[in-house]
């Protein structure tokens, strides 16, 4: 398992915008799908949006239009930029990896992945 290292997240007004990193550095771009996932004191975690290994991205109806993941292959790193932020987007942001090829759908499923980040918080005020 390779180590997944969040950075980024903090506080915003609604409406505003936010850009969270990953960095990923052991694993290889080609052959690893990566996602972000969110998560709020009792509820499940969730899918945001993901990128597969070649670059096609899928994302959550309750982002799509607000929220982009991007990869950086020379950095190796994972992002989340979100913009139009809402109250409801509050939440600790996780990233996750697997060292396979997911598609579609597969992409924003937790059971997906073997391999996670320590979270970073995102908290958006009214």
């Known amino acids: 398992q390779g180590q997944l290292v969040e950075s980024g997240g903090g506080s915003v007004q609604a409406g505003g915008s936010l850009k969270i990193s990953c960095a990923a550095s052991?694993?290889?771009?080609?052959?690893?799908?990566m996602g972000w996932f969110r998560q709020v004191p009792g509820k499940e975690r969730e899918g945001v949006a993901a990128v597969d290994c070649g670059g096609r991205t899928s994302v959550a109806d309750s982002v799509k239009g607000r929220f982009t993941a991007s990869r950086d292959s020379a950095k190796k790193n994972l992002y989340l930029q979100m913009n139009g932020l809402k109250p409801e987007d509050t939440a600790m942001y996780y990233c996750?990896?697997?060292?396979?090829?997911?598609?579609?759908?597969?992409?924003?499923?937790?059971?997906?992945?073997?391999?996670w980040g320590q979270g970073t918080q995102v908290t958006v005020s009214s």
């Open positions: 996750a990896a697997r060292r396979a090829c997911l598609g579609g759908w597969l992409l924003l499923l937790t059971q997906q992945y073997s391999s």
């Open positions: 052991e694993y290889t771009y080609s052959s690893t799908s």
